[in-house]
């Protein structure tokens, strides 16, 4: 009994083992991951088949939806209810009626009782067909439901869907369904293509590493902030990803933070987004806007893994080769459908033919003196003989049934010219439809170019592309904290603890600080509350990483040796919380002489030897200029040998390392000094920016390196010269007429903007350059999409240089149609400023457009 007993012994690692792989399997085919061939989860499509099932062209409630659904799908109605109002708000397969909830604001769809839906007509031409679909039983055998969808486009890369299983995932980015077409039709035309996100909630986002939807890739999705005035922003789109109230949380938090400085947070988001920050006083919009990137939801970082179910298995893939295998299945389905309508033209020629034969040749009398049901099918078969080689199949017994079903009346009014029209157009139907069959690959083509041209209309692109800049958090986190250091006893940081001791700057509690001791050891510590570095601290700041222009002069005593030595040096790069000897890290060394410059400034010492020593010059300068720069462990120049009684400032120096070399970033209207776009110059302490706007202004800036500039509203960004000359054309429509003005900048205060057109409403900007003596070609717009013969004009020669203020002279009545740039002869001039102008011709130039509707001021 015992023995017995034993053999039915289960051991649970293997019950785990056995069940815990059903119930993966299970989850992973019945519930989380779509299938490549339609594109939905087994969920989806029976929402869809009980939506088909349902249609009569009227809409549903969606409780009654829910409702029948449940009859194939094994779970509960709220799993169903939020599977339809998800495809629902995605705007493809389902017209919605009612409150479906919004994906930009996270507001929740009302109740399934008071939302209705039925198939769009995109749906019912593209998802279903009974004659092609591959049939099951429900789960409890009372229903047939389809096993896949006959699906004739990339749905799954249209919708996007996301999904959680046991021991996987999936996340398929949405793609824009007029591209997804094109690709199809590429890919059917062997031709290349490649496919990108986009999102229903617009915004930007940077497909660099994308990685065709791979897993291991990423995308980077940013919302569209915009510069409000020098107070305010507005977010205009939000990321994938997120919501108008999750964002706004994520803002707040971050103020909270001190991350971000503001004030207060509108949301006035209805029919669009809008969302409006109000900034605190003295903060830049442009780092305002690179902290939100930084530290809140208007940035978020999205990692695509295109997982789904192939011969019903999981497959990690790409969405390429998703795209063929849909464009692939396409192809099947509509060879299918030809072949069964092929079938279904066939058999109708058949019967029609079959049918005028019978009536025309009076068959149906061969039956009257036939007595059983046998003789009359032989009397038939017997009539039709003759003709038989002129059908295109044997004739079968059903088919002589159905003509023993015609009724007297048919045959009393039977029109053979009608018969043979009729019999004629399904011989073109049937020729057309072989056509389609031969050119497959011709038909799904222009199936797909038809499917684009009905409903590609409103379903462009939302999602504008773009490179991302990195934004580096240290640099645009605000400063929330105080840093101040207690030099006696060595401690640093912004806590209650310090606030009494020597306060150093404005800083976040994100920054690294460095320190410098008396005994010539250096330290980069993480910004705390309270951190000790050592006593006797001489020297503190906040240290950003790579910073190859702020630079160290010291003078040290090298305790072995007794030498003193000289040195210039800069920290690019440390290990947080170590000790770097800034002397030769021997016994007894120590810093007599110590600054820190920003822009690698180079002063002269007066060095004091001690009256004791046997040196001849007790006294004498040096300049550190003549010292190179070079790392923190090189070991300097022996200054003296002597013993030094003290060490005072002579003189503050320049710069050993020039202006600082700055460009333009066009694509994204920053600056940068890693040579990404348009070189703007090199920059020393007090030079500034000149921006020209299309609105008619202009705007002195500095040349931080956080500035950010809306290349859509500028006509030039350059480097500002004091006798830079500005030559404008401007329409004042009070005098309709056009005036002409040449002026220099009599302006200093900085983010400003000074109108220097008519103030007037409606006056507009029409030409302006910086270029020197700039000869220009115009023409006047006559009017019926004609315009005159260009003229040239040579803008000095018109009027002098006046006032920016000033109205100017006349120009030239009329609307100016087209206006361009064609000549500049170089002023006498800077060099550097001929450099920078003659960079700028192109740019300016691009930034003018055309009047093509002839309406004065649309050139910009």
Request: glycine fraction near 6%.
């Amino acid at each position: 009994m015992g023995e017995q007993n034993e053999q039915h012994i289960t051991t649970l690692d293997g019950l785990y083992e056995n069940w815990f792989l059903d119930y993966a399997s299970y989850v992973i085919l019945e519930r989380a991951v779509p299938a490549l061939y339609d594109g939905l989860k087994p969920v989806q499509r029976r929402i869809m088949h009980t939506m088909k099932t349902l249609d009569d062209g009227r809409f549903n409630k969606v409780a009654n939806i829910v409702g029948s659904t449940m009859q194939y799908h094994p779970h509960g109605d709220a799993s169903i209810n939020e599977a339809i109002v998800n495809i629902g708000q995605k705007d493809l397969l389902i017209d919605c009626q009612g409150n479906w909830g919004d994906i930009r604001t996270g507001d929740s769809a009302a109740a399934a009782r008071y939302i209705e839906a039925r198939l769009s007509k995109f749906a019912l031409e593209v998802m279903f067909n009974e004659d092609t679909t591959e049939w099951q039983l429900s789960y409890d055998g009372r229903k047939k439901e389809p096993v896949l969808l006959p699906v004739k486009f990339p749905l799954l890369l249209a919708q996007g869907i996301e999904g959680i299983a046991v021991g996987l995932s999936t996340k398929v980015m949405p793609h824009n369904f007029c591209e997804l077409i094109d690709a199809s039709i590429k890919y059917l035309k062997k031709e290349d293509f490649i496919l990108y996100p986009d999102f229903l909630t617009g915004g930007f986002v940077d497909v660099r590493e994308y990685n065709d939807g791979k897993r291991g890739g990423k995308i980077r999705v940013r919302a569209k902030v915009d510069t409000i005035d020098k107070k305010s922003l507005r977010i205009s789109e939000i990321p994938f990803g997120t919501t108008t109230a999750n964002l706004i949380d994520s803002i707040l938090k971050a103020n909270e933070k001190g991350k971000i400085k503001i004030k207060k947070v509108h949301d006035n988001t209805a029919k669009d987004v809008d969302i409006q920050i109000e900034l605190q006083p003295n903060i830049s919009t442009s780092v305002a806007i690179d902290a939100l990137y930084a530290f809140t939801d208007c940035e978020l970082s999205i990692s695509p893994n295109t997982c789904v179910i192939i011969d019903e298995k999981p497959h990690f893939t790409d969405v390429s080769t998703a795209l063929k295998i849909s464009t692939d299945t396409t192809v099947q389905l509509l060879k299918r459908e030809l072949e069964i309508l092929l079938d279904e033209l066939q058999d109708k020629w058949h019967f029609s033919s079959l049918e005028k034969i019978f009536i025309e040749n009076r068959i149906y009398r061969d039956i009257e003196e036939e007595e059983t049901w046998e003789g009359v099918i032989s009397a038939i078969d017997r009539g039709l003989h003759p003709f038989k080689n002129l059908l295109q199949r044997a004739v079968t017994q059903d088919d002589i049934v159905r003509l023993t079903e015609i009724k007297i009346k048919r045959i009393s009014k039977f029109d053979a010219k009608k018969a043979d029209e009729y019999i004629k157009s399904l011989e073109d139907e049937m020729a057309q439809t072989q056509k389609n069959l031969k050119g497959l690959t011709a038909f799904a083509i222009k199936y797909f170019e038809n499917l684009l041209k009905k409903y590609g209309k409103g379903r462009e692109r939302k999602t504008e592309i773009t490179n991302f800049d990195t934004v580096e958090v240290k640099l645009v986190a605000a400063n929330n904290e105080k840093l101040y250091v207690n030099r006696a006893e060595g401690f640093v940081g912004y806590g209650k603890d310090l606030k009494k001791e020597e306060f150093i700057s404005e800083c976040s509690d994100i920054d690294d600080i460095i320190a410098f001791t008396k005994d010539g050891i250096m330290k980069v510590v993480r910004n705390s509350d309270k951190v000790f570095i050592g006593k006797d601290i001489i020297h503190v700041a906040v240290w950003k990483k790579n910073d190859e222009r702020t630079t160290y002069n010291a003078v040290y005593l090298d305790g072995k040796s007794g030498n003193n030595y000289v040195k210039r040096f800069n920290v690019t790069s440390i290990t947080r919380d170590k000790e770097y000897p800034i002397t030769q890290g021997n016994p007894k060394s120590k810093l007599l002489y110590f600054t820190a410059n920003q822009n690698a400034e180079a002063e002269i010492i007066d060095v004091q030897l001690t009256q004791g020593c046997s040196a001849r010059i007790k006294r004498f300068d040096y300049d550190f200029s003549e010292l190179t720069i070079k790392n923190r462990s090189s070991q300097g120049n022996i200054l003296t040998k002597y013993p030094v009684r003290k060490i005072e400032l002579r003189t503050k120096g320049q710069s050993t390392l020039g202006g600082l070399d700055i460009w333009l970033d066009d694509d994204i209207g920053k600056l940068n000094t890693e040579q990404r776009g348009k070189y703007l110059g090199s920059f020393q302490n007090d030079d500034k920016i000149l921006v020209l706007l299309k609105s008619g202004e202009y705007m002195l800036t500095n040349f931080e390196i956080t500035n950010r500039y809306n290349m859509n509203d500028s006509i030039s960004i350059e480097k500002y010269y004091p006798n830079t000359i500005i030559s404008a054309i401007h329409y004042i429509p009070s005098k309709k007429c056009n005036y002409i003005k040449r002026f220099q900048i009599e302006t200093s205060t900085l983010e400003q903007r000074f109108s220097f057109i008519a103030d007037e409403k409606d006056a507009q900007l029409i030409f302006a350059t910086t270029v020197p003596n700039p000869t220009i070609e115009y023409a006047l717009d006559l009017g019926k999409n004609k315009s005159s013969e260009p003229e040239q004009s040579v803008l000095a020669s018109v009027i002098e240089v006046k006032g920016w203020k000033a109205v100017g002279n006349k120009f030239v009545g009329g609307t100016i149609k087209s206006i361009s740039l064609i000549e500049s002869e170089p002023a006498e001039e800077p060099k550097e400023l001929n450099e920078s102008i003659n960079q700028n011709i192109d740019f300016e130039i691009t930034n003018l457009k055309e009047n093509t509707k002839g309406e004065q001021g649309e050139l910009f």
